[in-house]
């Protein structure tokens, strides 16, 4: 019969043959110094994203005649560039001394990063990309591609939505990790009060 | 701090809780071969480092601080693409239908049982258990965590509890 008493548990939990597998010291360094210049996977797919759209509307910006639909994709260009920016700029590496601090101190400011980037998204995110796609539109209605203005409408609705769409849902997640955070607080508020 | 002390002090770390670090890794990774890839990474972690030890803590409690860390950020990426829950340990409730490891009470199920209440905690709870489990001292888990030792056993009475109540369910009960 297996106890619950503290003995037991550690004899059960420290019985796991469990071994670390070292690595040897010189791929520790080579992997370190490797870690350093890599870019999260989750960079990687947004970089390329960016990649494809200054790929796209700089191609756009060549073969489309009309001064707002150069103007429009120029701007789009410009805007995916400040996202990729942003987006290197708050999710840089973790900070090798952060990471000795407290545990609890660790999650929390690492909740608080994400939530404060999620929340923002709509500024950092999708601002920078609306007034190139506003210009791009009103270049596409200007050079008579919709015959009415039901048609235009329905064809803004497509990036309206998807735009309202992941403002929606990184206010979503923005809201589920502030949940966390006023959650990590209310069990330890002997803590904060000593912090303040 | 010079190279050679930097790897003096990650050799002996490892020589230390090297057993413990992999135990850990189990508590925030169950596939293994994930599991190599986050130790690893640790191992890297401490490494790294070991360049602002300054002595301030035990060897122990920087080990502990800058693994459980880096494992943290593990999960919390990971997260992101599982869409798992996690729970404080005071929310925890097992189903009825949950295994049991306890009806048989072998060994094996009974670490099977621990790791799936483990699986399910926040990171902070989480942290606290692994812990408790590797035997470490209320005061010294409190200052890894950065919760007072109050808390700390407040939090392992409450998986204990949630244990026994599993034992009692299937009458194992002490």
């Known amino acids: 019969m297996i106890r619950s008493d503290d003995n037991e548990l550690y004899r059960l939990w420290q019985g796991d043959d469990s071994q670390l597998e070292p690595l040897p010291l010189a791929e ?33 910006t060549l073969i489309l005649p009309g001064m707002l639909l150069k103007a429009g994709s120029l701007l789009v260009i410009a ?8 987006l290197a700029r708050r999710t840089s590496r973790a900070d090798l001394v952060a990471e000795a601090t407290d545990i609890r ?7 608080e990063v994400e939530e404060r980037m999620l929340a923002s998204v709509g500024r950092w995110y999708i601002g920078p990309l609306v007034p190139g796609l506003a210009v791009f539109m009103t270049g596409l209605v200007e050079a008579g591609g919709f015959d009415s203005l039901i048609g235009f409408a329905a064809f803004a609705a497509v990036p309206t939505l998807v735009i309202l769409g992941i403002w929606l849902l990184n206010r979503k997640a923005a809201a589920m990790l502030r949940q966390q955070i006023d959650r990590l607080d209310a069990t330890a508020p002997e803590i904060e009060g000593e912090k303040k | 701090m010079n190279e050679a002390e930097q790897d003096r002090l990650f050799a002996d770390a490892i020589g230390r809780f090297g057993g413990a670090l992999a135990r850990m890794a189990r508590g925030y990774e169950a596939d293994a071969d994930l599991r190599r890839d986050l130790e690893q990474d640790i191992q890297i972690a401490l490494w790294q480092s070991f360049a602002g030890f300054d002595g301030r803590c035990a060897l122990s409690t920087w080990v502990w601080r800058v693994a459980h860390n880096r494992a943290t950020s593990y999960i919390m990426a990971r997260r992101r693409h599982t869409r798992r829950r996690w729970t404080n340990i005071e929310d925890i409730e097992l189903a009825s239908d949950d295994p049991n490891p306890f009806d048989r009470a072998t060994s094996e199920q009974a670490l099977a049982q621990i790791l799936s209440i483990i699986d399910r905690l926040d990171p902070p709870d989480r942290q606290i258990l692994l812990l408790y489990l590797e035997g470490i001292a209320g005061a010294e888990i409190g200052e890894i965590t950065g919760v007072s030792p109050d808390a700390v056993a407040t939090k392992i009475h409450r998986f204990k509890a949630t244990l026994t109540r599993r034992f009692a369910q299937s009458g194992d009960a002490l």
């Open chain 1, 28 to 60: 520790i360094k080579a992997r370190a110094a490797k870690l350093g210049r890599a870019i999260g996977k989750r960079n990687r797919r947004e970089y390329a994203a960016v990649a494809f759209v200054v790929l796209i509307f700089g191609f756009y």
């Open chain 1, 79 to 86: 805007g995916s560039l400040i996202v990729a920016w942003q």
């Open chain 1, 105 to 111: 101190l660790h999650y929390r400011t690492r909740l």
